[in-house]
């Protein structure tokens, strides 16, 4: 199994980007794919996630109608456009997938059944 994030870069503060993460050796359909970051000296937190079938879809606080999760299922890839990029927005952006009912609740503390290696997004003011 492979998850494999792109897109990551360095923007200016209000720029767009999107990132992407290509998946591999699963059945793409049986997961839920989620975003995370992890900001330098900070704890890895949730950014987005996807349902199976698109849908469901939840945010954190922070990027609520700025960012936009979606999937292609036929791709095998899980999308995150990112708009009004702000600073606070930089860090290592990484997909996960997980399998079994659709949690809405957020990050997912028992754990994801598996992780892409991550994309760097740095955000300059």
């Known amino acids: 199994v492979q998850l494999q994030a792109s897109g990551g870069g360095l923007v200016q503060a209000g720029d767009s980007l999107r990132v992407s993460c290509a998946a591999s050796?699963?059945?793409?359909?049986?997961?839920?794919m989620a975003w995370l970051r992890q900001a330098p000296g900070k704890e890895r937190e949730f950014v987005a996630q996807?349902?199976?079938?698109?849908?469901?879809?939840d945010y954190a606080d922070s990027v609520k109608g700025r960012f936009t999760i979606s999937r292609d299922n036929v791709k095998n890839t899980v999308y995150l456009q990112m708009n009004s990029l702000k600073p606070e927005d930089t860090a290592v952006y990484y997909c996960?997938?997980?399998?079994?009912?659709?949690?809405?609740?957020?990050?997912?503390?028992?754990?994801?059944?598996?992780w892409g290696q991550g994309t760097l997004v740095t955000v300059s003011s």
């Open positions: 050796g699963l059945a793409f359909t049986h997961y839920t």
């Open positions: 996807i349902s199976r079938s698109s849908g469901n879809t």
């Open positions: 996960a997938a997980r399998s079994g009912p659709y949690y809405a609740g957020g990050y997912y503390r028992p754990g994801y059944d598996y």
